[in-house]
């Protein structure tokens, strides 16, 4: 086989492949090319590996290795964008629910036992607050009544009415859960009972906002119409 063929085999075989011919000693990892190496050592390195390990591994020295990482830190560096955030918020929402209904169904398991389905509610729960405080801490929820709801609407756009409904029904779901197991923990139903005030609070300010709102138009129509 010519140099030539050889280099054109290594450009079609998939990186994972071409690390297990590496570790198998079926291939010099020293003909490998520049982004070739270095898209092996992203891999090596996002399994644990260290630099040193990796070195060995791709027959080179330690200092390519870390120029290599500093290379791929680089090409990997996000720029703060709006559509970015939303994206990764969106993507968040989207996987607590998903762990928040396995959950509830692990809770609503006939099989499983008082305990475990107390265990699944909690942790059910806990999902459901820790997304609310990581929801309040990036603004997309406002962190004091004062805030209004509205502001959520702001952020969440068209989908945030449905956000905030699914929020309630998950409330609701993890106290069906408890009223079925006969368990509920203290500090369940104290969480529980805050999260609902603040969601009723929000609610309310955001019909008061509203209802100014309206106000002012119409005082603002009443004095164009006496303009005339």
Known sequence: MTAENSTQNLEEDPILMLIQKIKDDLLDPRLLSKEQRREC??????????EVTIAQILK?????IYRDL????ERNA???NINLVKQIIGELVRKAHIHHAYLMRLARNRDASPGEKAQAEFMAWRILNELVERLES????PSSPKQIVGDLYHHLADDSERSLDEIKKMVIEIEAVSIETGEKSLEVEEE????KAKITNAEISYQADKLSQKQK????????????
């Not at 050592?41 to 260290?50: A, D, M, Q």
């Not at 080179?60 to 390519?64: A, E, G, I, L």
């Not at 500093?70 to 830190?73: A, C, D, F, S, T």
């Not at 529980?192 to 999260?195: A, F, T, V």
Request: hydrophobic share 30%; charged share 30%.
């Open 138 to 141: 990036t603004g997309y929820i």
């Open 70 to 73: 500093l290379v791929i830190q």
């Open 78 to 80: 996000l720029t703060p």
């Open 217 to 228: 138009d119409l005082n603002q129509k009443k004095e164009e119409s006496d303009d005339k």
């Open 192 to 195: 529980l009972k805050n999260l």
């Open 60 to 64: 080179v020295s330690t200092k390519t």
């Open 41 to 50: 050592v992203e891999v090596l390195n996002g399994e644990g590996l260290t």
